[in-house]
Structure formats: structure tokens, C-alpha cells
């Protein structure tokens, strides 16, 4: 398998990762009575921040949101590298280094905060691009 095709494999994990968390993340159903008290405080208690009316669940609705539109991005990338990595290896530079800095970063905040499915697929995102990065490339005509 050539860094063409993991690049690819990991755009397709990186779409399917932002669309499970947005569904989670819009879930409407609370997994105990202690979760559903937390969502509604969230919700309910406001407070002023720099001039604007804020609630905690804004934050945890805005943050979600953004990593949702941060993973399709990445998979822009990730796929926009794919398509270097067959027409012109050398150009791709640190960008892919970079894109799995982030995304070991993203990975060990999984393994931290979370469960094992986002642990799962953040992984394997790992797994995809270090093969792509580390692989030697070659142009492909």
C-alpha cells in the first residue's frame, strides 16, 4: 500500500470521526438522571463574559462544533495530501508531519477524557498517517 492510499484511508476515518462526534455531541438523551441535571444546569445558569450572556453548554456546544468542522478540515488535508503524495512527493513537506502532531495530540486526549470508540478511530487516524508520513513516496505517473 502506498502514503497515497493511507492518506485517503485516514480523510475517510477523519469524515466518519466528525460525523459520529456531531451526532453524539447533539444527542438529546442524557445516560443517567445525574447527566441529564448537569445538561440542564448547563444550560439554565448564565453568566456574563466580556460584555456577552454565556452558558457552559454554549461552550461545550460551540467547542464540539469546532472540532467537528476542525476534523472535516483535517480531512481536507488529509485527502489534498494523498493527492500530492501520488503527483509530487516532495511537496507535501512538514505538512504531514504537522497534521499527525495534531492528530497524537487529539489521540491522547481521547485516551485521557474519553471512550473507547473515539479512542478507536482517533487511533487509527494515528496509525494511517504515521504510515503515510514515514513511507518513503515516490512520484506515480
Same mark, same amino acid.
Given at each position: ?9 485516514? !480523510?475517510? *476515518? /477523519? ?8 451526532? %453524539?455531541? =447533539?444527542?438529546?438523551?442524557? &445516560? @443517567? $438522571?445525574e ?33 467537528? !468542522?476542525? *476534523? /472535516? ?8 495530501? %494523498?493527492? =500530492?503524495?501520488?503527483?509530487? &512527493? @516532495? $511537496?507535501i513537506g ?5 497534521l ?28 494511517? *498517517? ?12
Amino acid at each position: 500500500m502506498n502514503c497515497a492510499l493511507f492518506y485517503r484511508i485516514a !480523510a475517510g *476515518l /477523519l469524515i466518519f470521526f466528525a460525523l459520529a462526534h456531531t451526532a %453524539g455531541l =447533539l444527542s438529546s438523551k442524557a &445516560p @443517567s $438522571t445525574e447527566a441529564a441535571l448537569v445538561r440542564h444546569a448547563m444550560k439554565d445558569v448564565q453568566f456574563h463574559n466580556m460584555g456577552t450572556t454565556n452558558t457552559f453548554y454554549g461552550y461545550y456546544l460551540g467547542f464540539g462544533l469546532s472540532l467537528s !468542522a476542525y *476534523l /472535516l478540515f483535517a480531512a481536507f488535508v488529509s485527502l489534498h495530501l %494523498g493527492a =500530492l503524495a501520488k503527483r509530487n &512527493p @516532495s $511537496t507535501i513537506g512538514g505538512l504531514g508531519c504537522a497534521l499527525l502532531a495534531v492528530q497524537i495530540s487529539i489521540f491522547v486526549i481521547c485516551c485521557i477524557d474519553f471512550f473507547a470508540a473515539p479512542i478507536v478511530v482517533s487511533g487509527l487516524v494515528v496509525v494511517c *498517517l504515521g504510515l503515510a508520513v514515514f513511507r518513503p513516496a515516490r512520484a506515480q505517473d
